[in-house]
């Protein structure tokens, strides 16, 4: 059986290795950090799964809004602005492919080929691990102010609906009843069937605990470049040496473009910041990760404390957080409960994450131009995790068989 080198430790890169083990494949997982840290988007972010998380971040409508979200200090959305002619290429070609319908419907219906059997491929995994408490049956509920805003988004639902999602309907009345302490002025909410939600850290720091309890080899080093003799793969070089392979796959996230380029695929790849604060100490008693439709964050129950996600930040793969961001989230979760700004002893912890973005809001999935034994496999912006599982077994049948063809839906070479 051929020997596969799996590039980047996060969900995508843990699960791929996971997939390949079972399979049968040797397999050297290589990231300078360790699987489950910080450094990776898939440590802190919502750990929502669901078969209805297909929009594209480009909606249409979206490039209407750009301007009014980035005078807001409050908005969903930072540009930093010396980037902008950087940044331009990528961000029209983002709100293009978002801008009609006929363009997005295709996007939902490709991405539900990758979350549609989300959770239970999660919730098979966890099992067979061992930790099936990974996985929380928690629902996920959209919460709005009233009807009429739900009612206003009606091309996001009607696409969930033709995708085969479902939800449930919550009057005033039904909502208080379900979740009790549901913030102040919401009026209406939307609970989504078989939503789930998991600790993203845990889950990706356990799978590889399996992986490497059972074989796979972990090399904690920067992959730099891949080393051929023939036309065959024979090694990928890292900072700390080379590690022999037969085969490999790039799960970098957000890191990825830059290893795609060096097997001649030149993938426009950008970070789509995002970023966490923890509350500590006494929070909602909340049964239902949220999602508060008109401020755009996520707020959750989590073991530390309350946990709030969300944002959107352009500020570039390697810039620092923008302590700002934190702050617009604080005031935002602390103005819906109150009670998470009482109290002077609360420690507020922060995160900020990289979602590896692709223009037209789907991952790239495939072979390189260079050569058939390297395969890309980054790119899943907002639903890595939801996708990381459907992703790995594509990953492994494209290992497997020379001639599995590839959906051209996710394949890299749609940007040459
Ligand atoms: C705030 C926020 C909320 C989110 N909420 C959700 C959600 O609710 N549900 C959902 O499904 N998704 C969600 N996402 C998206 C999800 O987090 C990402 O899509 C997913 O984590 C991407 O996983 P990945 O493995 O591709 O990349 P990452 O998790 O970023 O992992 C990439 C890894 O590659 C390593 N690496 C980089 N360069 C190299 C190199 N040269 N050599 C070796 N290793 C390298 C890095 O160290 C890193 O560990 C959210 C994201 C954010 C930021």
């Not at 990758?114 to 995994?125: A, D, I, T, Y």
């Amino acid at each position: 059986m051929p020997h596969v080198a799996v590039i980047g430790a996060g969900v995508i890169g843990v699960m791929s290795a996971y997939s390949l083990l079972h399979s049968g494949y040797t397999v050297t997982l290589i990231d300078p950090a360790e699987p489950g840290s910080a450094r990776a988007s898939s440590f802190g972010n919502g750990g929502w799964l669901s078969s209805s998380l297909v929009l594209p971040g480009a909606m249409p409508g979206l490039w209407k809004q750009v301007p009014k979200f980035l005078l807001d200090p409050k908005g969903p959305l930072t540009i930093d602005k010396w980037r902008l002619p950087k940044l331009a290429p990528w961000l029209l070609r983002f709100l293009w492919n978002g801008a009609t319908e006929s363009r997005v419907r295709p996007t939902a219906v490709a991405l539900s080929s990758m979350v549609g059997s989300c959770p239970n491929l999660h919730q098979e995994v966890a099992r067979q691990i061992g930790a099936p408490y990974l996985v929380e049956a928690s629902g996920l509920l959209y919460l709005y102010r009233s009807r009429e805003a739900y009612a206003r988004e009606i091309l996001p639902w009607a696409l969930r609906r033709e995708v085969g999602a479902t939800w449930t309907e919550l009057d005033e009345q039904e909502l208080r009843f379900r979740e009790p302490n549901a913030p102040d002025g919401y009026r209406f909410g939307v609970l989504v069937d078989g939503g789930h939600a998991l600790d993203p850290a845990l889950f990706v720091a356990e799978v590889a605990k399996f992986l490497f309890a059972n074989g796979v080899r972990y090399v904690k080093a920067n992959a730099l470049d891949f080393v051929f003799d023939v036309g065959r793969l024979t090694a990928v070089k890292t900072d700390h040496g080379q590690a022999e392979c037969d085969k490999a796959v790039i799960s970098a996230g957000a890191w990825s473009s830059k290893l795609a380029a060096l097997v001649g695929d030149r993938i426009p790849m950008e970070a789509e910041r995002g970023h966490h604060i923890i509350i500590s100490g006494e929070g909602p008693d909340l049964r239902h990760p949220l999602l508060l439709t008109d401020r755009k964050i996520t707020v959750r129950k989590v073991a530390s404390g309350t946990k709030s996600t969300g944002q959107v930040d352009f500020s570039g793969l390697d810039a620092p957080a923008n302590p700002l961001r934190f702050k617009v989230l604080h005031e935002l979760v602390t103005e819906a409960f109150p009670l998470l700004g009482e109290g002077p002893e609360r420690h507020v912890s922060t995160w900020m994450g990289r979602r590896p973005s692709l223009p037209d809001g789907k991952p790239a999935i495939g072979r390189s131009r260079r050569s058939a034994d390297v395969i890309h496999a980054f790119g899943h912006g907002h639903i890595g995790f939801a996708s990381a599982p459907e992703t790995a077994r594509l990953v492994t049948r494209l290992i497997r068989k020379a001639s599995e063809e590839e959906n051209a839906a996710f394949s890299p070479q749609r940007f040459a």
